[in-house]
């Protein structure tokens, strides 16, 4: 189908993030130790200047402000990296700033997240009262043994005791599981989930652990070091038990990574996935941003220094802007939306420019991987774990 001229496009742009709603990433690039699966923009320092990251962040603050003025807000992120590394009075300055210079949702969600060591279960306090309203606390595992193969520097003893307190101080906690990790079986980790779950969590983000190149994981398996990881077969086991058990818990999957009791889910991350605009601000930090000609994708430096430099120097810490075509604002919409267990809206694509393939949705009902509810297009559990092929058919010629 022919694109729409460039007024249409511009248009389309224009109407078309409401959809999704309006949100602000913030990325701190620090943790305290590199673990060896993390493929994220994270680094580890010897110390860091909290007062001038501080200037630079809010300088960027105020220079997407003047490019999205009137808008409401309606999430904040705090990622990373670890940023629960950064002082609690950081927080709050960019919390209190971001107040000032956006109309903001009666209901602002601002998350922020966390590793449960001492030195961040200690900053808890100062972060609820700096208006950090979410928590989600990246505990990863609740073995000892796999949390050393993870790099990780907290217990499972500690995991607990960090939720423990985070539950105590905000009214809204999530935190995160990996599974198909090295020499896991599939009663270890019914085992494992079951209590994760016995401790009443509103919200659970699960990954399987994926080997990128460019980690020590990656450099590990490539010389054939990372041993006894399981097959695929087993790993779809583990999803759909992972599955099963969430469901019977009452936290269903309304994403494919992630679980929430109903009301729960993540406000900053369904931005993402029904492709709304948001703002990236800090080293690596990737941003959606519609203005008067158009949609654009925008990405920052990478290099901690070099995004710092280019902020105090320059006054903008963007490497790259890139108007976004109708072509590739349907891709992007189809590829983030059909994660949600909502699905797709097939008319918002047809907005877009982009009208799907008849006779290749009739093939996947037929198979089992989709479902259609009037204008909404849904991977089934089956279609999930093969979506990155139902894109493919989806959006090929």
């Not at 007024?7 to 913030?26: I, M, S, V």
């Not at 029904?274 to 920052?300: N, Q, S």
């Not at 996947?364 to 849904?378: D, F, I, K």
Request: hydrophobic share 40%; net charge negative; with cysteine.
């Amino acid at each position: 189908m022919p694109l729409p001229n460039f007024r249409q496009a511009c248009l389309t742009d224009f109407q078309d993030w409401q959809a999704g709603g309006f949100g602000l990433y913030l990325h701190w690039p620090f943790c305290a130790a590199k673990c060896p699966y993390c493929d994220f923009n994270s680094h580890v320092v010897a110390s860091i200047d909290h007062e001038r990251w501080t200037r630079a962040y809010l300088a960027e603050l105020r220079r997407n402000a003047a490019l999205t003025q009137g808008r409401t807000l309606r999430s904040v992120f705090f990622g990373g990296g670890t940023p629960s590394l950064m002082t609690p009075d950081a927080v709050g300055q960019l919390i209190a700033e971001i107040r000032r210079l956006w109309p903001v949702a009666n209901d602002l969600e601002i998350t922020l997240e966390a590793n449960p060591t001492s030195i961040e279960i200690g900053k808890f306090q100062g972060f609820r009262d700096a208006g950090v309203s979410r928590i989600s606390v990246g505990i990863q595992s609740l073995i000892d043994d796999d949390l050393r193969r993870l790099g990780r520097l907290h217990t499972a003893t500690e995991a607990r005791k960090a939720l423990d307190i985070a539950r105590s101080t905000f009214d809204r906690v999530s935190f995160d599981l990996i599974y198909a990790r090295q020499g896991q079986t599939f009663e270890g980790w019914r085992r494992e989930l079951t209590e994760a779950l016995a401790m009443q969590p509103d919200h659970l983000s699960m990954y399987q652990l994926t080997v990128e190149a460019g980690t020590a994981f990656g450099d590990r398996h490539a010389r054939g070091l990372l041993r006894d990881l399981p097959d695929e077969s087993l790993s779809a086991d583990l999803y759909d038990l992972t599955q099963s058990i969430c469901n019977d818990h009452g936290l269903p999957a309304y994403e494919v990574s992630n679980h929430a009791r109903d009301g729960s889910e993540s406000r900053h991350n369904l931005i993402y996935w029904r492709y709304g605009d948001y703002i990236g601000i800090g080293p690596g930090a990737h941003g959606r941003l519609t203005l008067a000609d158009g949609r654009y994708a925008t990405e920052t430096h990478l290099a901690p220094t070099k995004w710092l430099q280019d902020v105090e120097i320059k006054g903008n810490g963007e490497s790259l802007r890139t108007r976004l075509s109708a072509d590739d604002q349907a891709a992007e919409y189809l590829m983030m939306s059909l994660r949600l267990s909502e699905g797709s809206d097939v008319e918002r694509l047809k907005r877009l420019g982009h009208v799907l393939p008849h006779q290749r949705l009739i093939d996947l009902e037929e198979l089992g991987l989709v479902t259609r509810n009037g204008s909404q297009l849904q991977a089934t559990q089956a279609g999930r774990m093969v979506l990155n092929a139902i894109l493919r058919d989806l959006l090929s010629d």
